[in-house]
């Protein structure tokens, strides 16, 4: 069965970098594009990044460009999230999800959460 | 950026009644719309995508319709794993967009 399982997550001051990593297992990971999708405590789900099945392209929301790096290690059946100069908006459970077709998130992991505080 | 808004925000319902939940893109998505339901402390799960198709293993008490700018869920027979928050999502073009959510809860 398809299985997602993010970890990374924590308390990290605002400035500061983590990364997030989701691994992936059940089905053929080399041939899925993937996603990152936020939520923030008591609010609704925001789009954070998307990346292809080989990881040549790649998406992000104007709230992370240039901040965020989404990759991948299809030898690993890993997915990253490489989150760079935190703030404390960025705050919120980290899911990794299956794109599946037309654009779809078909399996969502349970969820990481990063705390952006001082 | 595609804005997407969902009305009611919240909707009260006992078990057995139906509900119609209605999600409006500003611009034409086509059929790119897809709708989840979250329960509490739990991830997201798809229930349709592309508009009107059930997703496997979904209830068929679950139903889509709407094109271009104008969607609506439907849930007939309400049962009491259904009381949770329920998000639209256009994917037509990047950034992909959620609706902000409507709340369905036990009246």
């Known amino acids: 069965q398809v299985q997602l399982v993010e970890s990374g997550g924590g308390v990290v001051q605002p400035g500061r970098s983590l990364r997030l990593s989701c691994a992936a297992s059940?089905?053929?990971?080399?041939?899925?594009?993937m996603h990152w999708v936020r939520q923030a405590p008591g609010k609704g789900l925001e789009w954070v990044a998307i990346?292809?099945?080989?990881?040549?392209?790649?998406y992000y929301a104007d709230s992370v460009k240039g901040r965020f790096t989404i990759s991948r290690d299809n030898s690993k059946n890993v997915l990253y999230l490489h989150m760079n100069s935190l703030r404390t908006e960025d705050t919120a459970v980290y899911f990794c999800?299956?794109?599946?077709?037309?654009?779809?998130?078909?399996?969502w992991g349970q969820g990481t959460l990063v705390t952006v505080s001082s | 950026d595609t804005q997407v808004t969902q009305s009611p925000s919240s909707l009260s319902a006992s078990v057995g009644d139906s509900v119609t939940i209605t999600c409006r893109a500003s611009?034409?998505?086509?059929?790119?719309l897809h709708w989840y339901r979250q329960k509490p402390g739990r991830s997201p799960e798809l229930l349709i995508y592309?508009?009107?198709n059930l997703q496997s293993g979904v209830s068929s008490r679950f139903s889509g319709s709407g094109s271009g700018t104008d969607f609506t869920l439907t849930i007939t027979s309400l049962q009491p794993e259904d009381f949770a928050t329920y998000y639209c999502?256009?994917?037509?073009?990047?950034?992909?967009?959620f609706g902000p959510g409507t709340k369905l809860q036990i009246k």
């Open positions: 999502q256009q994917s037509y073009i990047v950034p992909y967009t």
């Open positions: 611009r034409m998505v086509y059929r790119y």
């Open positions: 592309g508009t009107s």
């Open positions: 999800a299956r794109l599946m077709i037309q654009g779809v998130f078909d399996y």
């Open positions: 059940g089905f053929t990971f080399s041939s899925y594009g």
């Open positions: 990346i292809s099945y080989d990881g040549s392209n790649k």
